[in-house]
Each structure stands twice: as structure tokens, then as C-alpha cells.
């Protein structure tokens, strides 16, 4: 089954305590992203990545990290989460196009940093 | 950068009436507009799109309609159903440097009471 997978589902965390949202796909997808969603913020974009070894910085990326090590794999670090941070974080992925294409959404993970 | 916005922020709608929501976007360069559904506790899972050589796009009761000029394009849902509750959110793409760069709206909460 095409999928787009993230763990945890849930985290609850403390301030300062590093931690990472791991996020694969199995769609052979170039392009990652990930999100986070507030309410009356909608969905904003934190990082994202073209290919293995290309990303780039979204709209909101301070406080985050990624990496693509490998096509399927697309990890979001969170080095020394604030309470900030506290957020539904969504992993997507698609093919690549100048013209845009369909994202494909993870079920999301819901972190609360205290 | 591309800024979107989105009305209504909430729709309330009898069952079998239909829903109107609206955005408009900023980057006469977005090419790519899809709009996805968000039931609660769920993905965002695209419904439909359209493309900026496209006016309109229908497929069974829901439609999309893209003004160019006017930078505005809209969502339609006729003859609602209890299971079209849901966020609702609509993008815009822009090709940013070999890749599409996707802005969000802030998404509408659409209930439909049977």
C-alpha cells in the first residue's frame, strides 16, 4: 500500500530534551516537506527536500532540522524543543514538477513540549 | 513570497445546500492550485485541483473555478452531505527555483447539519 508513515503519533516532551519525528515513504517520492499546523495558522511549511541531500529552509524553519540521507527517509530533528513548538506536525511527499503535483499527507504526530 | 488567503474561516450550511469557499492568492506566477480536505483527527487528503490553463474543473459535487486575472479561485460543493464536515484548505503553488513551493490558506471549518 502507498503510504506516507510518521513516528511517534504522540509525544510529550520537556523543554530541552532533543528529539526526532521520523517520516517514509514507499512512493519512490523525490520531494519531502514538512509541516506544522496551528489553528488560524493553517499549514505552514518548515523544510523541505528536492532529492538525497538537498533541502532547503521553509517558512517557519528555526528551531528545526532535517536531513535525506536516503529517498524514502525524511527525519525532523528538534534539537532544543520550547514550548513553542508545540504543534500537529505533518510529513508529505510527491513527485516532482515544475507544475505541481499531489502531496501525499502522514497521519501526523502531535508533540506537546512542557 | 506567495500569500494566500481564505474565507470563510468557519461555514455553517443546511444538508443539501451548497458550500462557497474562496481564496485568493498574491504570485501572479502560481500555476498550481489544489485544495484538500482535513476531517478531524485525519491527513489532509487532496480532493481536487487545478491548473492555471484550466478555468474550471468539476468532478461530481465539487467544482473548482480560477480567475487569473482576479487572482482568486474557489471551492463549490453542492447538495452537502454530513460527511463533507471537515477543514477545508486551499493552496497555491509557484515553481521557486526548480521546485514547487506550496503556501497554504488557513483553512475553513465547513459543518453541514443534517
Known amino acids: 500500500e502507498a503510504q506516507v508513515t510518521q513516528n511517534p503519533r504522540y509525544l510529550i516532551t520537556v523543554t530541552g530534551k532533543k528529539l526526532t519525528v521520523t517520516c517514509s515513504q514507499n512512493m519512490n517520492h523525490e520531494y519531502m516537506s514538512w509541516y506544522r499546523q496551528d489553528p488560524g495558522l493553517g499549514l505552514r511549511q518548515i523544510y523541505y527536500?528536492?532529492?538525497?541531500?538537498?533541502?532547503d529552509k521553509g517558512d517557519v524553519p528555526e528551531g528545526y532540522k532535517v536531513s535525506r540521507k536516503e529517498k524514502r527517509n525524511f527525519p525532523l530533528i528538534l534539537e532544543s524543543p520550547s514550548p513553542n513548538q508545540t504543534s500537529l506536525y505533518f510529513c508529505?511527499?510527491?513527485?516532482?514538477?515544475?507544475?505541481?503535483?499531489?502531496?501525499?499527507f502522514g497521519p501526523g504526530t502531535r508533540l506537546t513540549v512542557l | 513570497g506567495e500569500n494566500v488567503e481564505q474565507h470563510p474561516s468557519t461555514l455553517s450550511v443546511q444538508e443539501g445546500d451548497s458550500a462557497v469557499i474562496k481564496c485568493t492568492y498574491s504570485d501572479s506566477a502560481s500555476n498550481y492550485f489544489p485544495w484538500y480536505k482535513q476531517e478531524l483527527g485525519k491527513r489532509p487528503q487532496l480532493i481536487i485541483d487545478i491548473r492555471s490553463n484550466v478555468g474550471e474543473k468539476k468532478d461530481q459535487r465539487i467544482a473548482v473555478t480560477l480567475n487569473k486575472t482576479a487572482k482568486h479561485f474557489s471551492l463549490h460543493i453542492t447538495e452537502t452531505q454530513p460527511e463533507d464536515s471537515a477543514v477545508y484548505f486551499c493552496?497555491?503553488?509557484?515553481?521557486?527555483?526548480?521546485?514547487?513551493?506550496?503556501?497554504f490558506g488557513i483553512g475553513t471549518k465547513l459543518q453541514v447539519i443534517p
Open positions: 508529505a511527499s510527491s513527485f516532482p514538477g515544475l507544475r505541481g503535483n499531489e502531496q501525499f
Open positions: 493552496a497555491a503553488s509557484t515553481n521557486s527555483g526548480g521546485y514547487q513551493k506550496v503556501t
Open positions: 527536500s528536492m532529492n538525497v541531500e538537498v533541502t
